[in-house]
């Protein structure tokens, strides 16, 4: 079983950076892929952005150009470097890992709120 551990949410100011932080842990599984995903209050769940085990990146066109996903391979961790950060992306910020045997696996989700 895969564990997802997030941190870095919080309050900010719109024009303000944030960064996100999600550590798995676990014994047993190759991870293929790690991400984020968000959801807003009344929304579907969407994706941010999401980074591959050979580097192939993936972006929202709304954070293109503001936001930065990042992994750390021999610590199991990815990282979203949130800047000019906007109200509309506040929502509960979630963690996504695609690994084998174990499948997709999420953590436990991490609040961040933009104020205008």
């Known amino acids: 079983q895969v564990q997802l551990v997030e941190s870095g949410g919080g309050l900010v100011q719109a024009g303000g950076s944030l960064r996100l932080s999600c550590a798995a842990s676990?014994?047993?599984?190759?991870?293929?892929?790690m991400g984020w995903y968000r959801q807003a209050p009344g929304k579907q769940r969407e994706m941010v952005a999401i980074?591959?085990?050979?580097?192939?990146?993936n972006y929202a066109d709304s954070v293109k150009g503001r936001f930065t996903i990042s992994r750390d391979y021999a610590k199991n961790t990815v990282y979203l470097q949130m800047n000019s950060l906007k109200p509309e992306d506040t929502g509960v910020y979630y963690c996504n890992a695609i690994t084998y045997p174990h499948g997709g696996s999420w953590g436990q989700g991490t609040q961040v709120t933009v104020s205008s």
């Open positions: 676990g014994s047993g599984f190759r991870i293929n892929s």
């Open positions: 980074k591959s085990n050979i580097g192939i990146t």
